[in-house]
């Protein structure tokens, strides 16, 4: 039944997207470049004398090529409820969403389906490829692990969808959540040796950025072997918080009426 009412919704956010094609071109292409813009700026660094230590050019746009790929699993399954958690508070009609014989979350996440954003997962794809192409091709026991940890890196956002989303029936006003996401993932997106022991601690095991594409990436080149697995630990246990925490503030909802 799930799975019908998903593809039901698909089916209508793709035909509404088509009906607006020059729009949704254009959102996609957008989003394309703005996920290329700090890969470029990486590209320079390199083809300017400069590197990050330890790591070959292919080797960190590799990282930011998982990353990108990561939101692009997420962003158009995920991160859509934020959008639609906060625009059904704020007009008073999230209590549409309670009256469905579905679980309030799971109507909150398929109602904000995106396509638009399977953009990223374009753009991550052409620049996973390219830096691919200049490494030796991982193994099978590499791209195994790779899986797994790619699995955790898409968990870690749809957690963190829950936490920005929740956020929203309390503070209605925090309407730059998105600002928020940047800047707690951003660190993410660069090689975690680069930062200082205690840095990485942080970004380890206190705002577990690092799991999202560092971790995968190592995996990917057969740096961390298969204790890297560690990571599904904290990606699952950062889920449960989130759906926790989302439930929490679901029930301090007080309706357009409260």
């Not at 997962?121 to 791209?143: K, N, Q, R």
């Not at 950062?238 to 029930?251: A, I, P």
Request: aromatic share 14%; charged share 10%; net charge neutral.
């Amino acid at each position: 039944m799930r799975e019908g009412l998903f593809g039901a919704v698909i089916r209508t956010k793709f035909a509404e997207q088509m009906a607006y094609r020059s729009h949704f071109i254009i959102s996609v292409i957008m989003l394309v470049i703005g996920d290329l813009v700090v890969p470029l700026v990486t590209l320079l660094v390199y083809k300017s004398g400069a590197s990050f230590p330890g790591w070959t050019m292919h080797e960190a746009l590799l990282i930011q090529a998982v990353f990108a790929l990561s939101k692009g699993v997420a962003f158009p399954i995920f991160f859509g409820m934020v959008g639609t958690t906060l625009g059904h508070v704020r007009e008073g009609t999230f209590d549409l969403l309670l009256l469905r014989p579905r679980p309030v979350m799971l109507m909150a996440m398929i109602t904000g389906f995106d396509p638009d954003d399977f953009g990223r997962l374009f753009s991550g794809t052409v620049l996973f490829v390219y830096a691919l192409s200049g490494m030796a091709m991982p193994g099978g026991e590499s791209w195994l692990q790779f899986g797994l940890l790619f699995l955790a890196s898409v968990t870690m956002l749809c957690a963190v969808s829950l936490f920005l989303s929740g956020m929203l029936f309390r503070w209605v006003g925090s309407s730059r959540v998105f600002d928020i996401f940047d800047a707690f993932t951003s660190f993410g997106m660069y090689p975690g040796t680069i930062f200082s022991k205690s840095m990485q601690n942080v970004l380890t095991y206190v705002l577990p950025v690092g799991l999202i594409a560092f971790v995968p990436a190592e995996a990917l080149l057969g740096r961390s072997g298969w204790e890297g697995l560690w990571a599904l630990l904290p990606a699952a246990g950062f889920l449960l918080l989130g759906m926790v925490y989302w439930n929490r503030m679901l029930r301090g909802y007080t309706s357009a009426g409260g």
